[in-house]
Structures are given as structure tokens and as C-alpha cells.
């Protein structure tokens, strides 16, 4: 073979190979695109089953038994059985691909069909079945980073997304971006066939967004959650809500002579603030309900110092603040028929050169004077210039949530609050709103007996820590009822369920809880909105105006 015709033949495919590298690069540009993760959706359905029997062959709700025909031809609830027993109460199967529309479905045990209100527990079983069934297959797709999931609302649409709301709901916000994890959206899926409450999905949203807020100012370090800071935030959050947020510094409180929330103060170089919060929902000249929140944004003890376990938490001390501002959001976004005041005094128990001292007594604006025993039990002394300026307003009922005792914690580890009150009325609204939330309280005694152990010596009116064994969650609260103006009054101590291991409930991860956000939100919509299904397993029905 000719040199000429050696080039003819053989340069064109040496040039070919040599182009060849150029081309693969090429090919593996478009091959990185085919495979990137497209916009992915997942569904979570659930299934009856007798938890005793694990031979059982399951009942899929209404919802997804119409998936199942309509969408699978069979094929979901085939493989379910194929997978073994049913899944119990907080179980989950996926199923991938078995129609193009959801690339996973996750199908939860929401366990017998039986299940409604324990009398004993103090609790509907099936609403409580239902969040937990909600969030554990929510929190399963979205460790799969789907892109947006549907739940159904397997028979009570507002359990639903609270449990899923709550459930996705992750404390990332000084993560840095890339570290963070995937929070999808989330979204009610329903079929037009079957009857849906769209109107109490989206009520369960809104509570489970307010207890998710206060989640996240709770969880938010004290060197970023000052008094000043806090107060721009909540400026910040219902600026557009409806809500009118008034701040006042330290030169108001001195002129309302608020001697003992300032004496707490003092003690730190960050100035105090008092919230005033008002939403009007309803005619203005009707009586308000007044909701107080200790708003301790740090809490050291003072001079009576904290022991280093408990300092690592006490950025919650103002739990109370958060809850109450989270209410009043929900509150005005749910457009509720009442008039809400909201007290919030904000400031830090911190050692000063000019802090409180243990044996300080305190004159308060009601003439009483107070002897400060322990610098660390601050609270009391926090909220009581909020309820003595209550007062102005003529209230319907006050209602003050702070956490102010580790004897609570004792007593009843992380399951409920305390609560305690001069109403029986306020009382059963108070536990029927809790039935229905899942969220539990438990009445303490507020007796005259406790009111002399804090009263009992000649040089003062009062301590602010009595003598006596025991009962400080009691101590306090008939302390707070030395000072409380005329009326009804309710009082929650919430720091036993203020953080969580992430055990106590499914649908709330570890940290702070946020609790009792949506029960202090139902407790009001009771008060204006009649409710047939505390302790009913069954769809909420508002017998009066739907909120």
C-alpha cells in the first residue's frame, strides 16, 4: 500500500479516535443532566390494622383505598400484605414508583378503628394516631429530600397537618446553608369522591406554624434572643398580621412603678423591655382576655447561681413569651371573633454589680411589700407587675404561662402542665382544649395553705419563696395570687415540657417543644367557638362560626 494511500485510508480514523475523549465528555454532560433529581413528590396514606393480631390483613382508609383502585389497580395494598404484618401505630412502609405521579408513597399504621377518647389518659387515642401517623411518614419522605408531599387526612384533617408540620419542622436556622437539611413542602391530598376538611387542614396548619415559631425563638442562643432582640423580632413577625405591637423601655415601667420586674433586671447590662400586644377581633368595646408571658431571655439565677445543667437550657426561660406570641399570631390569622391583650415583661436574670440580693425586700404597686428569698426563683416576680397592670383593661381572664419550677418536672416528667386556677369554668375549657390537642394538662391545687407558708413571717407581706418542704409549682402560684386583680385567672407552669429528647412525641424532635402553643390557641377558640368533637375521633364539626 502506496504512503498516499496509507493517509486516505487511515487518518481520517486516527483523527476519529483522537476526537473521541472530546465526544465522551460530551456524553457525559448530557448524562449528568437525564440524571439529575427532578421535582419529586411522595404521598402518605394509611391503613387500620388490630395491633394484637398481626395476622390481620389491614382496612387502607377511604382515601387510600381510592388510590389504591383508582391510580394502582390493587397493586399497593398487594404489596402492603406482601411486606408483612401491618404496620403498627408509628410504622411506616414506602412503596416506589407504582404510578408515574408519586415516586414514593409511604403507607402509616394508624392502628385499630376503634380507637377515640381514653378517659383514663385523658386523650383521644385516634386524633393522637393520626398526627403521629401524619409526621412519621412526612419525616420518612423528606429524609428521601422529596420535593413536595401530600398527605391525606385520614379522617381528621387538622391532627393531620399538625403532626406533619410539626414533624418536618427542623432547628437549622445557624447551620450553614449546604449543611442544612431538606424541608419539602407540604400539602393536603384528597380525592373529589370522598369528603374532605379542607377548612380544618388549614387550621391545623396554623396552630402547627405557631408552635413551630415558638419553637424557634426558644431555640434561638441568648446572645442572639436579648429583651431588644426579641422585641424586633416579634415586631418583625406580626407586622403584617393584624397584630399592633407596642414596645416599652425601662423609663414606662418606672412610671407604672413595675419595681419588682425591674429589680430582676437590673442585675444585666441589657435593658428591659415590656411587650404589649393588642389584636381586635371583635367589637372594641367588648373585655379582652389577657394572655401573659414571662419572657426571661436568659435566666442565671442571679447571685443564687444555677448549676451548669441547668444553664445550658435557660436561653428557654422565656417560653412563656414565645408561646403567647405564637398564639396571638395564629390567633389573628385565623381571624378569631375576640379581643386579645397580650403582657409580655422581657428582660434578664443575670450577676451584676447591681443585681438583686438574696434578703432585698421590693414595694409593689399594689402596697405589698416582697422579700426576695432566692435571686433564682425570678419568675414570680417577673409576672407579677404584668398581672397588677392587667387591671387597666377590665379583663374577661387572664391567662399567664411561664416556667417556673423544676417540681413540675418531678412530679410529672415531660407528659403535661401544671395548671392551676380560681375558675373550674376555665378549668374544663382548659382540659377539653388539651383532649383535643394531644398536648396534656393537669389541674394543682391552689390552696390557702400554701399562701401561709408564703406569708407566715411579720417583717414582710410576702416571699417569694415560703417555708415548707416541697410544692415550690404550688408556692408560686399562690404567690402570682397575691397580686392577681379581681376575676378569673388560669396560670400554666409549662418547664417540665419546655425541651424534649425526642421520645416524648413522634412528631416534635429534639429540642425545645413549644409546648403548650396550640392548646393555649384551642383554649381561646373555645372560649368563641363551640366544638362537638372533644373526645370524638371524627372530623371537627364547629357548631357556631368555623374559625
Known amino acids: 500500500m502506496s504512503f498516499t494511500v496509507w493517509k486516505q485510508v487511515w ?52 382515601t387510600a383505598a381510592k388510590y ?9 395494598l398487594e404489596l402492603l400484605r406482601l411486606a408483612g404484618p401491618m404496620p403498627r401505630r408509628g410504622e411506616v412502609r414506602i412503596f416506589y414508583n407504582l404510578e408515574p405521579t408519586y415516586s414514593a408513597v409511604a403507607v402509616c399504621g394508624l392502628g385499630s378503628m376503634c380507637l377515640g377518647y381514653d378517659d383514663v389518659e385523658k386523650l383521644d387515642i385516634s386524633k393522637e394516631a393520626i398526627r403521629t401517623a401524619a409526621s412519621r411518614g412526612a419525616m420518612e419522605l423528606q429524609n428521601l429530600e422529596t420535593s413536595r408531599i401530600y398527605v391525606e387526612d385520614f379522617g381528621h384533617a387538622e391532627s393531620a397537618a399538625e403532626g406533619a408540620h410539626m414533624g418536618l419542622w427542623v432547628n437549622q436556622e445557624l447551620r450553614s446553608v449546604d449543611q442544612r437539611k ?4 407540604l400539602q393536603l391530598y384528597y380525592e373529589p369522591e370522598i369528603p374532605c376538611d379542607a377548612n380544618g387542614w388549614r387550621i391545623g396548619m396554623a396552630k402547627a406554624e405557631a408552635q413551630n415559631l415558638a419553637r424557634q425563638l426558644q431555640e434561638t442562643p441568648s446572645n442572639h434572643m436579648t429583651p431588644t432582640t426579641f422585641a424586633q423580632n416579634v415586631v418583625q ?29 437590673k442585675g444585666s447590662c ?36 444555677k448549676p451548669l445543667e441547668a444553664l445550658t437550657d435557660m ?92 417540681s413540675v418536672l418531678e412530679s410529672f416528667g415531660r407528659v403535661c402542665c401544671a395548671v392551676f386556677t380560681n375558675s373550674d369554668d376555665l378549668w374544663q375549657r382548659m382540659q377539653n382544649a388539651s383532649i383535643h390537642t394531644g398536648d396534656r394538662v393537669w389541674r394543682l391545687p391552689l390552696w390557702d ?99
Open 11 to 62: 487518518r481520517p480514523l486516527f483523527k476519529s479516535l483522537q476526537r473521541q475523549p472530546m465526544r465522551s465528555i460530551q456524553h457525559g454532560v448530557k448524562i449528568t443532566e437525564q440524571c439529575s433529581n427532578p421535582a419529586s413528590r411522595g404521598l402518605v396514606l394509611g391503613v387500620y390494622a388490630d395491633e394484637d393480631d398481626r395476622l390481620d390483613i389491614g382496612v387502607l382508609t377511604p
Open 68 to 76: 389504591n383502585e383508582s391510580y394502582t389497580s390493587g397493586k399497593l
Open 182 to 185: 431538606f424541608v419539602p413542602q
Open 237 to 265: 413577625i406580626l407586622c403584617n398580621s393584624g397584630v399592633n405591637v407596642e414596645v416599652k423601655v425601662r423609663g414606662w415601667a418606672e412610671d407604672q412603678q413595675m419595681t419588682s420586674f425591674l429589680t430582676v433586671a
Open 270 to 305: 441589657e435593658p428591659p423591655i415590656f411587650l404589649e400586644l393588642s389584636y381586635y377581633g371583635t367589637d372594641t368595646k367588648l373585655a379582652p382576655i389577657v394572655l401573659i408571658g414571662q419572657g426571661n431571655t436568659f435566666d442565671s439565677g442571679g447571685l443564687c447561681l
Open 315 to 406: 436561653r428557654g426561660d422565656m417560653s412563656g413569651a414565645a408561646c403567647v406570641v405564637a398564639a396571638v399570631r395564629a390567633i389573628a390569622a385565623l381571624k378569631l371573633p375576640v379581643n386579645i391583650r397580650a403582657l409580655i415583661p422581657l428582660c434578664e436574670n443575670m450577676i451584676g454589680c447591681d443585681a438583686m440580693k438574696p434578703g432585698d425586700v421590693i414595694t409593689v404597686r399594689n402596697g405589698k411589700s416582697v422579700e426576695v428569698v432566692k435571686t433564682s426563683n425570678e419568675a414570680p416576680l417577673v409576672l407579677i407587675d404584668a398581672l397588677l397592670y392587667a387591671e387597666h383593661f377590665g379583663p374577661r381572664y387572664i391567662v399567664s404561662t411561664s416556667t417556673i419550677s423544676k
Open 449 to 547: 395553705y400554701f399562701t401561709q407558708q408564703l406569708c407566715s413571717v411579720e417583717h414582710v407581706d410576702v416571699q417569694n419563696i415560703g417555708s415548707g418542704d416541697g410544692a415550690n409549682s404550688c408556692k408560686a402560684a399562690a404567690f402570682l395570687r397575691e397580686f392577681l386583680p379581681c376575676g378569673q385567672w388560669i396560670h400554666i407552669d409549662a418547664l417540665n415540657v419546655m425541651k424534649t429528647k425526642g421520645s416524648d412525641f413522634s412528631y416534635i424532635r429534639r429540642g425545645m417543644t413549644g409546648r403548650p402553643t396550640r392548646t393555649l390557641i384551642e383554649f381561646i377558640a373555645q372560649s368563641v367557638v363551640s366544638r362537638s368533637d372533644c373526645g370524638n375521633s371524627k372530623s371537627a364539626k364547629i357548631t357556631q362560626q368555623s374559625y
